[in-house]
């Protein structure tokens, strides 16, 4: 699972690096701050929970002032809160995208004003960022898959039916999260150990739309699954309340990461059923 504090000294020494670069000699950066967009409250829980939290302590151990505010999925929104942050003076912008066309179009504009910006955890394709920090997010698909295979092998199942339940198409982290758990999956798909039911990308990381999408996925299946790959927590999360309500909840092995509470509890649930 991840863990959002081991990324957070990575943002400050980027942040300072800007600071560096950008300053004057009569250190008016002294007089700015830091504008740090998060994404929404509902794809995962981390970002008010744990982000948002953590971020703040971090940049007040820095002596950093900080303005921390949520787009609450709304690509608008990140828009106008990004325009407010400038005309206020942000000297850095820390943006967590909702999709790279509407996060480069913010990186554009505070490029133009000469303020820089850092991808923080998504990437930015095609935009101006002038620091990514983030994970390791192949590595951290390939723990998923490790993890799935592991379930599967204390359940003593050689043979098992999978579904993929992916994360954004539109969130380069979830081409990277699949590329790793498919790279610890794909041979044993391919050697015809397991069988690969059903592979669905869910929009927006919407809960809501993957637990719908699941539903799907496990009609598909006949109701005889073995394995979730699920890309994140609250994708995992949504397929449980699915499997709750086809009494198949600790019978199936579901993979997440985002290091939340109730996946923290959910991840003990199929510990003691297996």
């Known amino acids: 699972m991840k863990k959002p504090r081991l990324v957070l000294s990575a943002i400050i020494a980027a942040f300072a690096l800007i600071l560096t670069g950008c300053g004057s000699s009569d250190d008016s950066s002294a007089d700015g701050f830091v504008g740090v967009i998060l994404p929404d409250a509902a794809s995962s829980a981390r970002w008010e929970t744990a982000d948002r939290g953590f971020l703040q302590a971090a940049f007040d151990a820095a002596g950093v002032k900080a303005d921390i505010q949520n787009a609450n999925g709304d690509k608008a929104a990140f828009q106008t809160i990004a325009d407010q942050m400038l005309s206020a003076g942000a000297k850095v912008l820390i943006l967590v995208n909702l999709d790279s066309e509407s996060a480069k179009a913010v990186q554009d504009k505070a490029a133009a004003q000469g303020v820089p910006t850092i991808d923080y955890d998504r990437l930015t394709l095609n935009g101006s960022a002038s620091y990514y920090v983030s994970f390791d997010n192949e590595a951290v698909g390939r723990l998923q898959g490790e993890g799935i295979k592991g379930c599967l092998d204390a359940a003593g199942k050689t043979k098992a039916r999978i579904v993929y339940l ?35 990308a869910v929009p927006d990381w919407d809960n ?57 509890k959910q991840l003990l649930h199929l510990q003691l059923h297996f």
């Open 208 to 264: 809501v739309k993957g637990g719908t999408i699941f539903e799907q996925q496990l009609a598909k299946a006949g109701g005889k699954l073995d394995a979730v790959v699920s890309a994140n927590e609250g994708l995992g999360l949504a397929a449980v309340a699915v499997l709750k309500k086809n009494g198949l909840n600790g019978k199936v092995c579901v993979s997440g990461q985002d290091a939340t509470v109730d996946g923290l």
């Open 166 to 200: 992916n994360g954004s198409p539109t969130d380069n982290n979830a081409t990277l999260f699949k590329a790793g758990y498919d790279s610890v999956l794909r041979p044993l798909i391919d050697a015809g150990d397991y069988t690969l039911v059903d592979d669905q």
